[in-house]
């Protein structure tokens, strides 16, 4: 019997573990502090109305033996698959519903979806990155080649005619810088992809936050990317389900490598895998993506939107150099000169009672950074913002 030996080449813990103890730990010890909270990207605000309805409403079929519903199909129910369908019909994407699977959440299709890909496969990662994109590849065996995002490029990383690769992970809006592919440079991806055969993992998680018209809510927008990406999203930020879990991945018919259908061999995986997602938990995203859901989203989300807009203005008037808080939720700064991100996390937390995520956590490329989230509540995002004014200001 031999284990993976793959899992000796990750972290003892897992960063957002790390990042939680040691909140805990400064918690514990300082119990009359308050912390104002502007690290892990967790959202704050409730679920709307209709979605606690529909909660209610399937809850109440589970009850009776006429409405009562077992085992469902693994890829999900007809009338989620059909809400997600419509959804994108809205930015002009034509899905069938076969297309469309539903999942318990976006990380975990992340994490799952190298089982169609052999181990041999080069990786390429544009980061910094979530972690989960590196970690899922390690424990692979997979080999992975960074993609440096930086201030020369606006922390987008773009093909060059001798880059060589087979699966490309790409975060559009993107955590953690908060920076978005425009339309254009997202179409180089694409061709890049299909001329060299390689295939993209699109995590589409922050579209919902985007605000400009020439950055594109989904890959599946643009030509030819039916050939070459895939695309996983969640409610998680689009809809407040974070606790919830329930995500979808897209996979296109015309999607074909050495032959397979791509699409084929993930529901062969899926409906192997898993039993998937429950009822109660379906009926509440089909309500999320009713108008009425859509409408409350749109109202929470705005919430957030204006927490990255007073972050925005505050980095503006001290003359920090940052990316992000227009188009998600997040804003992205080097460190004072000489820190490190872990250095910067403590000295916020420790002078200033500010929770921020350091940018060593997403990759080497995120080395002398910290993310900013803006899902806290507004009062606590203006006080943080003052208390991140007086710090920078003052120099450390």
């Not at 953690?176 to 440079?185: D, F, I, K, L, S």
């Not at 039916?226 to 995500?247: D, H, N, P, Q, Y």
């Amino acid at each position: 019997m031999k284990l993976n030996a793959a899992y000796g080449q990750l972290a003892p813990a897992f960063f957002f573990t790390e990042l939680g103890a040691r909140v805990a730990a400064y918690q514990a010890d300082h119990p009359d502090k308050r912390l104002l909270r502007l690290g892990v990207g967790d959202v704050t605000g409730p679920l709307s109305p209709v979605v606690i309805e529909a909660l209610r409403r399937a809850v109440g079929e589970q009850s009776k033996a006429a409405t009562f519903h077992g085992y469902l199909p693994e890829t999900g129910t007809d009338f989620l698959k059909a809400a997600v369908v419509s959804y994108y019909g809205r930015r002009g994407v034509a899905l069938s519903p076969q297309e469309v699977f539903i999942s318990s959440g976006a990380a975990d299709d992340l994490g799952a979806i190298g089982n169609l890909f052999s181990v041999d496969n080069r990786v390429l990662v544009a980061e910094p990155a979530y972690p989960a994109y590196v970690d899922t590849n390690r424990m692979a065996g997979r080999r992975i080649v960074p993609l440096s995002g930086n201030r020369a490029n606006g922390f987008l990383p773009l093909p060059g005619d001798d880059l060589n690769g087979d699966l490309v992970y790409l975060c559009s809006p993107n955590n953690p810088t908060g920076t978005a592919y425009t339309r254009p440079q997202l179409q180089r991806w694409v061709d890049w992809a299909n001329e060299h055969e390689a295939v993209i993992v699109f995590d589409a998680a922050y579209e919902a936050f985007i605000q400009d018209e020439d950055v594109p809510h989904s890959i599946l927008e643009l030509p030819g990317a039916e050939t070459c990406a895939i695309e996983i999203c969640s409610l998680s930020k689009t809809a407040g389900f974070t606790g919830m879990r329930l995500g979808y991945t897209v996979v296109p018919r015309a999607l074909v490598r050495e032959g397979s259908s791509l699409h084929h061999m993930w529901t062969q995986d899926r409906t192997t895998r898993t039993n998937g997602v429950s009822y109660v938990i379906q009926r509440a995203g089909e309500a999320a993506l009713s108008p009425a859901g859509l409408r409350f989203n749109r109202e929470a989300i705005a919430v957030y939107q204006e927490n990255g807009r007073i972050l925005s203005d505050t980095l503006q008037k001290t003359g920090v150099w940052f990316t992000g808080g227009r188009n998600a939720p997040y804003l992205w700064l080097p460190c004072p000169e000489g820190m490190t991100g872990w250095a910067f996390f403590e000295r916020l937390l420790h002078e200033a009672q500010i929770v921020v995520t350091p940018g060593e956590g997403f990759g080497e490329g995120g080395a002398g950074h910290v993310r900013l989230s803006c899902f806290g509540s507004p009062a606590d995002t203006a006080e943080a913002a003052q208390r991140l004014l007086t710090i920078l200001k003052n120099g450390i």
